[in-house]
């Protein structure tokens, strides 16, 4: 893994991380990316808010109710 990544690298870290626990030096090299770049820390937001909506999804599912709106 090296230590220097670009955006795509980034983001396909991102979207792994969300079904494991990376490695610690792709961890690393993560975190060194979002602290240089401007658009992936968004991209990291996104992913976020989609997590949330998705658990808020399934919460709803599971409840039998349906979400408003």
């Not at 494991?20 to 968004?42: D, E, G, Q, S, V």
Request: charged fraction near 20%.
């Amino acid at each position: 893994m090296k230590l220097h990544l670009n955006c795509r690298d980034a983001t396909q870290l991102v979207l792994q991380a969300l079904d494991r626990r990376l490695p610690w030096h792709a961890r690393l090299a993560l975190r060194a990316h979002l602290l240089i770049c401007k658009a992936c820390p968004t991209f990291v937001r996104q992913t976020q808010l989609m997590q949330q909506a998705t658990g808020r999804w399934r919460a709803y599912a599971d409840s039998g109710e349906l979400p408003p709106g």
